[in-house]
């Protein structure tokens, strides 16, 4: 058979290929070698030479900064250099936030105050999302929302969602001094809890109120920080309505039926917004310490109240919370896989006093102040990196005095009602992927209320959920 191409068309296609072959070969094994050994194996510099034509790759994301515990609820810190999911230049970037959770939620009522009240089993869902960023070496930013359909789903109606606000924080960093402003999270107000009971991101009763009634602290304000050879000196300040930040929920007494105070300023709605003649002030000093082996934090929330912002006659009401938490953590192999185990503890006491809620009687504080106690702790194991089991148990007692008037010739009295509460939660995660994890968890709650038992609680839920951060 003759072939269509002349000789010399052949031999010169022949040459084109060859030399397209040698070409593509010595520019993979350039590539090869540019390239570090792993995605994890740090870059070493070469010798000095001529400045590279194309810009520095971005690093891969640090799975195990955005997976910490304290990350769910804190936020990883942004990074020095542009991440993967990012645009801009190395250090001029924004990137996205965004984290997804959802499953499934068995919930068994054992006892409740109305005993008609059903078991029943639900899908839970909840994503938040927003952007962080870089402007330069010393200035960063976060803004974080989140969209939570709530209990049983009862966020949604026609496609509208529940949407709250999150961080919304400008930062500025240098010589390891930090100020931020905005709707900001004090990192000393968060206690040590487990990291296997982040599969609902913290969101579920279970794991965000033990949280709150320690005086988990996040809304706007400013706050400093200082670090050095890791330790942390921490000053926040907030001053506004009492819903502008969560340490509100932490305050006890006779707020409108022996409330708690951040239920208060809901009582009453004006024009859709809540009731704003109370003002709330919390000043918190912190000192955290940070080691290879061991962790611990301490604070104190020293609060005022002003009840009636439209009046001079109420007196202020006083009050102040001092907490602190350790964490261990112990390192081995097991036989020949890496385990840790990492025990932790918290405590928080806080005391305020009490307006007296009797008609006849206002613009009083009673005798007896509010005080609450709050103990938790736990331990997490991990194997072989973030997968692995723990548990996590809270017990919140309080104290909340009432007022009786005299009648007749008995005097008059502040009887105390005390309240038990208990949390516990065990779980296991399996991290199948960098950013997703598949958990599982048991979580228990029991309120006690001596003299009222019509009021006893008891209930038990399972879950079974899916997680992706990002």
């Known amino acids: 058979m003759t072939s269509s191409l002349p000789t010399a068309s052949r031999v010169a296609l022949v040459c084109t290929l ?3 072959l040698l070409s593509a070969s010595a ?5 090869e070698a540019a390239a570090p050994a792993s995605a994890d194996a740090p870059v070493t510099q070469a010798a000095p030479a001529a400045p590279a034509l194309t810009p520095q790759a971005p690093a891969k994301p640090d799975a195990e900064a955005k997976q910490d515990p304290t990350a769910l609820v804190l936020g990883a810190p942004t990074p020095a250099t542009r991440p993967l999911f990012a645009l801009g230049s190395d250090t001029y970037f924004i990137s996205p936030v965004l984290s997804i959770a959802g499953g499934l939620q068995s919930e068994n009522l054992l006892v409740n105050p109305n005993p008609e009240k059903e078991s029943r089993i639900t899908t839970v869902a909840i994503a938040r999302f927003g952007a962080e960023g870089r402007l330069g070496p010393y200035v960063t930013f976060r803004s974080e929302f989140e969209r939570n359909i709530r209990n049983h789903g009862s966020g949604i109606w026609e496609g509208t969602a529940s949407m ?7 930062r500025l960093q240098r010589w390891g001094a930090t100020v931020e402003a905005g709707i900001i999270l004090d990192p000393a107000s968060v206690d040590y809890f487990s990291a296997h009971m982040g599969d609902v991101l913290l969101a579920d009763k279970y ?67 809540p009731d704003d003649d109370i003002h709330f002030r919390v000043i918190s000093p912190s000192l955290s310490y940070e080691h290879p082996w061991f962790e611990v934090k301490a604070m104190a929330q020293v ?25 261990l953590k112990l390192k081995g192999m097991v036989p020949a896989l890496p385990v840790e185990v990492t025990p932790f503890f918290n405590v928080a006491r806080v005391q305020n006093d009490v307006v007296n809620s009797v008609a006849g009687y206002s613009n009083q504080l009673l005798r007896t102040p509010f005080d609450a ?28 005095p009432s007022f009786v008037p005299p009648t007749g010739g008995t005097p008059s009295s502040e009887p105390v009602t005390r309240t038990a509460m208990t949390y516990f939660n065990v779980g296991a995660t399996w991290w199948m992927f960098d950013q997703v ?13 001596d003299g009222k038992p019509e009021l006893k609680e008891r209930d038990l839920s399972g879950f079974l959920t899916l997680r992706m951060i990002l």
């Open 373 to 400: 106690l709050t103990m938790s702790g736990g331990l997490d194991v991990f194997l072989s990196g973030r997968s692995g089991v723990g548990f996590y148990v809270v017990r919140v007692a309080d104290h909340t």
């Open 303 to 327: 609060f005022s109240i002003n009840y009636q912002a439209t009046s001079t006659q109420d007196p202020p009401l006083e009050g102040y919370n001092l907490r602190g938490g350790v964490k």
């Open 437 to 449: 994890a598949l958990g599982a968890r048991v979580a228990t709650y029991a309120r006690d209320i």
């Open 207 to 273: 794991t965000r109120d033990p949280l709150l009634y320690s005086g988990f602290n996040r809304g706007q304000g400013v706050q400093a920080r200082y670090t050095r050879w890791g330790l942390t000196a921490g000053l926040s300040y907030t001053e506004a309505n009492p819903l502008s930040t969560s340490a509100s929920f932490m305050v006890g007494g006779s707020f409108g039926g022996n409330s708690r105070f951040w239920e208060r300023p809901l009582g009453n709605f004006r024009n859709g917004q």
């Open 27 to 31: 520019h993979a094994q350039t590539a």
């Open 18 to 20: 060859a030399s397209a």
């Open 164 to 170: 709250s606000v999150r961080d919304q924080v400008l």
